[in-house]
């Protein structure tokens, strides 16, 4: 099960971390990332991260601003989120693969674990 946390309202400019607590299974063995969703709109991807961490893949909307990162140790996943817009105003869920490859990591349906989303909200 993947747990997120950390949203909240935040004046545009300002900053926000997210975290996601993995438990049951080996967050080492997983590739993770984060997704958002704003109303009315598709799920979008953010953020992706490689299972040791060493690699980090970004959507160009957040590309500067945002920073993903992961300890394996406390099996916890990151998301820093910098100079914050009203447009990052969204849901955001952390989700979680063990069979996620770099063609398939910004595609929501390649994720099997979901966390239950945490709100963004960015007033301008």
């Known amino acids: 099960q993947l747990q997120a946390s950390g949203g909240g309202l935040v004046q545009a400019g300002g900053s926000l971390r997210l975290s996601c607590v993995a438990s049951?299974?080996?967050?080492?063995?997983?590739?993770m990332g984060w997704f958002r969703q704003a109303p009315g709109k598709e799920r979008e991807f953010v953020a992706g991260?490689?299972?040791?961490?060493?690699?980090?893949y970004y959507a160009d909307s957040v590309k500067g601003r945002f920073t993903i990162s992961r300890d394996n140790a406390k099996k916890t996943l990151y998301l820093q989120m910098n100079i914050l817009k009203p447009e990052d105003t969204a849901v955001y869920y952390c989700?979680?693969?063990?069979?996620?490859?770099?063609?398939?990591?910004?595609?929501?349906?390649?994720?099997?674990?979901w966390g239950q989303g945490t709100q963004v909200t960015v007033s301008s």
């Open positions: 989700v979680g693969d063990p069979t996620v490859i770099t063609s398939t990591l910004r595609t929501s349906s390649a994720y099997h674990y």
């Open positions: 049951g299974l080996t967050a080492s063995s997983y590739a």
């Open positions: 991260i490689s299972r040791t961490g060493n690699t980090q």
